[in-house]
């Protein structure tokens, strides 16, 4: 049986912050972080309370996989109550999504790039690799994209539809700039690409779940090759 967490007690978790250092700018975090799924807390420890219930989920999903995920028993496994998950989340929906931005963001906190391969693939392939790291992840992934397609308004719907989008434009700039610095071919439509990217990396990581012997690094690298220059 996975561990249960328990959150530790302590002041109110809204209670207001010291004033922030005024050298500091700021919107300066505002713009590194993405705009929070649900309420992200009205002071300093009640957005620390937030991320810690995330942090927390995130480990739920680890240890037991996509099974289990009703808010009343994310809040037992987690060490809160009901009512502190609805204090921040209005639905399950709402708090899967914002597990899942949660853990995107921690992934792209700690990335680098190798070399050898295009940034914008080898974005793909560590994004692909860490997903599988954690059970439960890919599944809750395509479970979330599967409910963002079938209403017309939601929480899965308002995250991933931008998401797309977003991330489709940056694989097409990164891929534009290594057309025109000659270590990706130029003959063909970064913007195609882009897509195609996404479109196998997701595929991929759906296979996965079916088989896991799936080789994700090698396959997705099969671009490497097909993106290379004519020599």
Do not use: C
């Amino acid at each position: 049986m996975a561990a249960k967490h328990s959150l530790p007690a302590g002041p109110d978790p809204d209670a207001p912050a010291p004033a922030p250092d005024a050298t500091e700018p700021a919107d300066a975090a505002a713009e590194r972080a993405p705009e929070p799924i649900g309420r992200p807390g009205a002071y300093s420890k009640g957005v620390a309370r937030r991320q810690e219930i995330l942090d927390r989920a995130i480990e739920v999903f680890r240890e037991r996989g996509a099974d289990g995920t009703s808010l009343r028993r994310i809040a037992t496994a987690i060490g809160v109550s009901h009512a502190a998950l609805l204090h921040y989340f209005d639905s399950r929906e709402q708090l899967l999504v914002a597990v899942y931005q949660h853990a995107e963001t921690r992934r792209e906190e700690g990335s680098e790039y190798r070399s050898g391969v295009s940034a914008a693939l080898d974005a793909m392939i560590r994004a692909a690799e860490v997903n599988v790291e954690v059970p439960g992840l890919v599944q809750l992934y395509s479970t979330l994209v599967a409910a963002s397609l079938e209403t017309a308004t939601g929480p899965a719907k308002e995250y991933f539809a931008p998401r797309f989008e977003n991330l489709r434009e940056e694989l097409e700039q990164g891929l534009r700039a290594e057309q025109e610095a000659g270590t990706v071919r130029a003959d063909v439509d970064p913007g195609h690409v882009a897509a195609l990217l996404i479109a196998a990396s997701d595929g991929l990581q759906i296979q996965w779940l079916l088989e896991p012997s799936i080789a994700l690094r090698s396959t997705l690298e099969t671009f490497a090759v097909m993106l290379a220059p004519p020599a």
